[in-house]
C-alpha cells in the first residue's frame, strides 16, 4: 500500500496524531479563535506542511510575522517543549519553506497587478462601494469598450471613458441608456478616493500571471506566496475584494481536476471576516457557489477568523476541516460564538465541547477532520504541532534577498503602459463613437482567414446558395462574416466577464 500524504496538525490529549488526509485538502477548512490564541502559528504549519507535500500555498501576511516561513526555524523552549509534548524530536527539522513575496503596491514585494477589464465591472463596483444607479453607469462603460475596442487597463483608460461618456451623454441614450453627468462625476470621485489611497498601482500591466502562484521549487516543494497586507489592511475593502477576485480568477481560469491525492494550490483567507461584512445576500450566495465550486479545480480554501460567527452558515457548512482555537465568553455574542463553534463539530461522548472552548490554552485547539472516505471525524482537544520554520518577522535585508532571488524576479517589477483607451480616446480627441471602423486607433483589425471566418463561411453555407471558390460572396455570407467579425473584436473580454458575471450575478452581454 502506498504512504497516504498527509498534514499532521498535533496530537489528541491521549497522543493520537490528527492529520489532514492530503486527498481531502481541498474540502476546505476553518482556522479560528481569540487573539493571541495560535490561529497564525497553526496557519503556518499548515501551510509548510503543503509546502512539503509539493502544494503551492497563497495567504496574507497582516501582521508581518508569517514572513517567517521563509526562514529555517529558531525553537526556543516552548517550541522545544511541546515537540517533546508530541514526541517528535525524531522528526521535527527546522527548515524554511521556499517562498515570493507580493504586494500590492510593490513595496515589500513583487507588484500584483490586474487589469480594469479582469476584474470586470461586478467586483469593481464592490470595491467603489456604488448603488444601483452608479453600477448601471459603470456596467455600460465596459459595454461601450467592447464596442469600441477600447481596452481598460488601468485607472486613466476608465477615467478618460467615463469623461467621454459625459461628454456624449445625449449621443448615447438611444444605443445604452440614459447617462446623467452627476452620477459620471459621483464615479470619478470614487475612483479619485481609491486613487489616492494607493490602488491604482494595482490596475495595469503586466498582469498577474496565475501559472506563477502554482510553482514548486527544483527539490519539488510548494512556494509559499505570501501577499503582504500590512499596509493594505488600512483598506480593509481593498484587502477583501483583492483576495475574492483572486479566488474568482482561479476558479475561472483553472481547469477541471476532479479529486486529485492532494491539491494543486491551498488558498488561506485570513481575517475573512471582513469579505463577508456588509456583503449582501446575493453576494454571499456567490460566494458560497465559489467555494463549493472551486474544489474541482483543486483548489483548497481556508478561511481564517476569530469566530465561526464571522462565516455565513452556508459557507461555514462546507468547511470539512475545522481548527478551533479557544474562544472568549464575556458577552452574549461570545456566548453565542462558542455555542455555534460547539456545534459545528460532530459531537465526542468524551468531550464537553463548549465547556473545553473557553479552557484551551495557547496553540490547543478543537479539531476534526475529514477521514479518507470524506465523512467527518469526532471533535478532539489537540497540541498543535509549531511549524520548523522561523515564528515572527524576517529582517528587510532578508526579504529584500529572496525577492532577489525568487523565480519570478523581474518579471513584475517594471509596469507596462501600452496604448489602451486614454490615448486612443486622446488620438480621437474625445470622441468617443468614430473610431469603430477597422484599421483606426484602438478598433479590432479585421482578420481574413481567422477562426470566426471559418466559421463564419460554414454557417453561411446554410444561408448562401452555389458553390465554388469563385462565386461571389452571398448575403448569407456577407453577413455572418460581419457577425462574426464583430463578435471576434470582443470575445476574450466577454468571455471573461461574462463567466465571472454568471458566477456574481450579472447580466449575460448581448
Request: hydrophobic share 40%.
Amino acid at each position: 500500500m502506498p504512504e497516504i500524504a498527509e498534514i499532521f496538525v498535533g496530537n489528541t490529549t491521549a497522543g493520537t496524531p490528527v492529520s489532514i488526509d492530503a486527498s481531502m485538502a481541498n474540502r476546505h477548512g476553518l482556522i479560528a479563535g481569540a487573539t493571541g490564541t495560535g490561529k497564525t502559528v497553526t496557519l503556518q504549519a499548515l501551510a509548510q506542511g503543503f509546502s512539503k507535500l509539493g502544494v503551492p500555498v497563497f495567504t496574507a501576511d497582516v501582521k508581518g510575522d508569517l514572513a517567517g516561513i521563509s526562514k529555517k526555524g529558531e525553537p526556543g523552549s516552548k517550541v522545544q517543549d511541546r515537540i517533546k509534548l508530541l514526541k517528535r524530536e525524531d522528526v521535527y527539522d527546522p527548515a524554511a519553506c521556499p517562498s515570493v513575496f507580493w504586494d500590492l503596491y510593490g513595496e515589500r514585494g513583487h507588484p500584483i497587478r490586474t487589469t480594469i477589464s479582469e476584474m470586470g465591472p461586478l467586483i469593481l463596483g464592490r470595491l467603489l462601494d456604488l448603488n444601483d444607479v452608479a453600477q448601471g453607469v459603470l456596467e455600460m462603460a465596459f459595454r461601450i469598450a467592447d464596442a469600441q475596442g477600447l481596452l481598460l487597463l488601468d485607472m486613466k483608460d476608465l477615467r478618460s471613458l467615463l469623461t467621454a461618456m459625459a461628454d456624449h451623454a445625449s449621443e448615447l441614450t438611444t444605443t445604452y441608456g440614459n447617462v446623467s453627468k452627476t452620477t459620471v462625476g459621483a464615479l470619478q470621485r470614487k475612483l479619485a478616493s481609491l486613487d489616492d489611497a494607493g490602488a491604482s498601482k494595482f490596475f495595469g500591466e503586466p498582469a498577474i500571471d496565475l501559472k506563477d502562484l502554482l510553482k514548486t521549487d527544483p527539490h519539488g516543494q510548494g512556494y509559499i506566496n505570501v501577499l503582504d497586507a500590512t499596509k493594505l489592511l488600512a483598506d480593509q475593502r481593498l484587502y477583501s475584494t483583492f483576495l475574492l477576485w483572486l479566488m474568482s480568477e482561479l476558479f475561472e481560469k483553472l481547469d477541471e481536476v476532479g479529486d486529485k491525492d492532494r491539491p494543486r494550490l491551498v488558498f488561506f483567507f485570513d481575517e475573512a471576516h471582513l469579505l463577508f461584512k456588509d456583503a449582501p445576500k446575493s453576494l454571499v450566495d456567490k460566494i458560497e457557489q465559489v467555494v463549493r465550486l472551486i474544489r474541482s479545480k483543486g483548489v483548497g480554501v481556508y478561511f481564517v477568523t476569530q469566530s465561526p460567527l464571522d462565516i455565513p452558515e452556508a459557507v461555514l457548512g462546507q468547511l470539512g476541516h475545522r481548527v478551533q482555537h479557544a474562544l472568549r465568553a464575556f458577552t452574549p455574542r461570545d456566548q453565542a460564538a462558542v455555542k455555534t463553534a460547539a456545534q459545528t463539530f460532530r459531537a465526542n461522548p468524551k468531550l464537553k465541547t463548549e465547556q473545553v472552548i473557553t479552557e484551551l490554552g495557547v496553540g490547543e485547539a478543537l479539531v476534526s477532520v475529514l477521514d479518507a472516505q470524506g465523512s467527518p471525524t469526532v471533535v478532539e482537544r489537540v497540541y498543535c504541532c509549531p511549524p520548523e520554520s522561523f515564528i515572527g518577522p524576517i529582517s528587510d535585508a532578508e526579504r529584500k534577498a529572496l525577492i532577489e532571488n525568487s523565480p519570478v524576479f523581474g518579471k513584475y517589477e517594471d509596469a507596462v503602459d501600452r496604448e489602451s483607451a486614454f490615448e486612443v480616446l486622446q488620438k480621437r480627441k474625445g470622441d468617443l463613437l468614430g473610431g469603430s471602423k477597422p484599421g483606426q486607433p484602438g478598433a479590432p483589425a479585421a482578420e481574413e482567414g481567422g477562426i470566426m471566418d471559418k466559421v463564419g463561411s460554414v454557417l453561411s453555407g446554410v444561408l448562401g446558395s452555389g458553390s465554388g471558390s469563385s462565386r461571389r460572396q452571398s448575403g448569407g455570407e456577407a453577413f455572418m462574416k460581419s457577425i462574426m467579425r464583430s463578435m471576434g473584436s470582443r470575445v476574450g473580454t466577454e468571455i471573461a466577464r461574462g463567466v465571472l458575471g454568471s458566477i456574481f450575478g450579472g447580466p449575460k452581454r448581448r
